[in-house]
């Protein structure tokens, strides 16, 4: 085994293991602070962070745009495979995901601007 999985994956496991614990603390925290009817210090009776209505209007329309990007980034990559087979060699595949991350971030920012435009209408 190489030293990266050496040092990954008792990182992994203890940081799993690390939130495992605090999840179950802070339940039975809560759980004695609501027993105790200290539910203002229990947290319980907050309203939950609310998103921006604006912003959460159209969640359609930012996950089909990331979906079309993504599968016209896909395109492109087996387009360019297609045209130069040496090009884009999948055993060293950071062009291939480059290209892709290029179109999802397209697909993202297509969908701000469009936001942006609704808001100053």
């Given amino acids: 085994m190489n030293v990266m999985g050496d040092v990954l994956i008792p990182a992994v496991v203890f940081f ?8 179950i603390s802070e339940h039975l925290l809560k759980r004695k602070l609501i ?4 539910y203002d210090k ?20 930012k996950w089909g745009l990331v979906a079309l990007m993504s599968g016209l980034g896909f395109i492109i990559i087996e387009v360019m495979r297609l045209v ?18 290029v179109f999802v971030s397209l697909g993202f920012l297509i969908y701000f601007f469009i936001m942006n435009g609704r808001k100053k209408q």
């Fill in 35 to 38: 027993k105790a009817e200290q």
């Fill in 16 to 23: 799993g293991m690390y939130h495992i614990i605090k999840l």
């Fill in 84 to 101: 130069n087979p040496n090009l884009i060699d999948y055993h060293n595949a950071v062009l291939p995901i480059g290209i892709l991350l």
């Fill in 42 to 61: 229990a947290g319980i009776l907050e309203p939950p962070k609310s998103v921006s209505e604006e912003g959460n209007k159209y969640p359609s329309l």
